[in-house]
């Protein structure tokens, strides 16, 4: 069994459930597998995926979990733990087909209840695929060698890091081997993880706030225009100034700006970069601060898009006390085995606001292009009302 925790899953989606249980209850919505690197799955894939999805059915939230989140995570309050440890996974949940080499994968549901397949099912996909397909790895000696250099080269450059590694990691086992091989280290710069489970059972912090689509949730209930402020209103009222880095690059960075005011920018303790140039990204931040007449050095940019080590510091270099920063590190430290991780992503496609109301196609426009994701429509259409190039 692939997921053997409930809390094997980041924190962000616990954080966004918590949010959706208390807000909008009625809510439903789908999210679809996207394979954009056109990876072909060997024949029988869809079925070792099913027999996962199935056996993570069983999960459920022990005492001493629910223990951890009430000491660790205070923000969750006792009325959503009371409903984490009641939730089951329910499989029917997933639809999960292969078309020759074409895996096809959408979930459909509450989105209370949804919101919590996205990471562990990446997780899953990636696993079997590395499992099935028997792709030469480093060795554990090697891999650990390079874990410690990883936490050597961050911890002497004084970089603040996370693990965001769970939904494209070589493997369960290397993940909780790569958390053990950071720690291990003496002058080690590691803040925490976004996996809950491996936070809990390493004693480290459990970190995220919210992801894209939170915003694209709000552009179907308010419209594109009122998205980001609409938004990151109802996030702060169910966290009331906890968990305060908001996330910029739903609708591009420069529209989430325009409404990025005073009160927003005093309120939250920074903001996350995760598409785009990352040095532009840190000038226009310092920038936007600055002609809010708010001291850059007190807010926070935590970077989360494709980091290396080398990138990482690079950034915090640049950043030089300017403002401060943080790292989310994924995929570099849980799949850097010696094979080419997963291109892929699950995301929110459509929603409504209830079951009497007709779904709407949702769409995300990155800083990069690349990373634009949705109806082609509905993507034309946000982008006109944006007046952004659409070609």
């Known amino acids: 069994m692939i997921i053997q925790s409930i809390l094997d899953n980041d924190l962000y989606k616990f954080t966004m459930q918590q949010a959706v249980h208390m807000l909008y209850p009625r809510a439903q919505a789908q999210y679809e597998f996207i394979n954009r690197g056109v990876t072909p799955f060997p024949e029988g894939f869809a079925l070792k995926v099913k027999e996962e999805i199935e056996k993570m059915a069983t999960l459920e939230l022990s ?84 874990n410690m250099e990883k936490a050597r080269v961050l911890g002497t450059n004084a970089v603040k890091f996370a693990d965001f590694g769970t939904r494209r990691r070589f493997s369960a086992k290397n993940h ?25 059972k390493f004693n480290i912090t459990p970190i995220g706030t919210l992801a894209h689509e939170w915003f694209m949730f709000h552009a179907v209930l308010h419209g594109y225009q009122m998205a980001n402020p609409a938004a990151q209103d109802a996030w702060v009222k169910v966290f009331h100034g906890d968990l305060g880095i908001a996330l910029t690059d739903t609708y591009t960075t420069d529209v989430f700006l325009s409404t990025f005011d005073t009160f927003d920018a005093k309120l939250f303790d920074g903001i996350r970069q995760d598409s785009g140039d990352p040095f532009a990204f840190t000038d226009k931040i310092i920038e936007h601060y600055e002609a809010l007449h708010i001291d850059p050095s007190t807010k926070t940019i935590v970077f989360s898009d494709g980091l290396d080590v080398e990138k990482a510091v690079k950034i915090h270099q640049y950043c030089n006390g300017r403002i401060r920063d943080a790292y989310g590190i994924g995929t570099n430290l849980t799949n850097d085995v010696g094979v080419a991780p997963l291109n892929m992503v699950i995301k929110l496609t459509k929603c409504r606001v209830s079951e009497n109301k007709p779904w709407r196609n949702t769409v995300k426009l990155s800083d990069d292009r690349g990373k634009h994701t949705g109806d082609l429509k509905e993507l034309k259409t946000c982008m006109d009302i944006f007046h952004l190039p659409n070609k």
């Open 63 to 146: 005492l001493d979990q629910k223990v951890f989140l009430e000491t660790t995570c205070y923000f969750l309050t006792p009325v959503y733990l009371d409903y984490l440890a009641s939730y089951r996974y329910d499989p029917d949940e997933v639809m999960v087909e292969q078309k020759k080499d074409v895996l096809i994968l959408k979930i459909t549901g509450p989105w209370y209840r949804t919101i919590l397949w996205e990471v562990p099912l990446m997780a899953i996909i990636s696993e079997i695929f590395f499992t099935v397909t028997q792709q030469k790895s480093v060795l554990r000696q090697e891999r650990q060698k390079n």
């Open 176 to 200: 909780e081997q790569l958390i053990k091989d950071l720690i291990s280290h003496k002058n080690h710069t590691l803040i925490g993880t976004s996996n809950v489970h491996f936070a809990h």
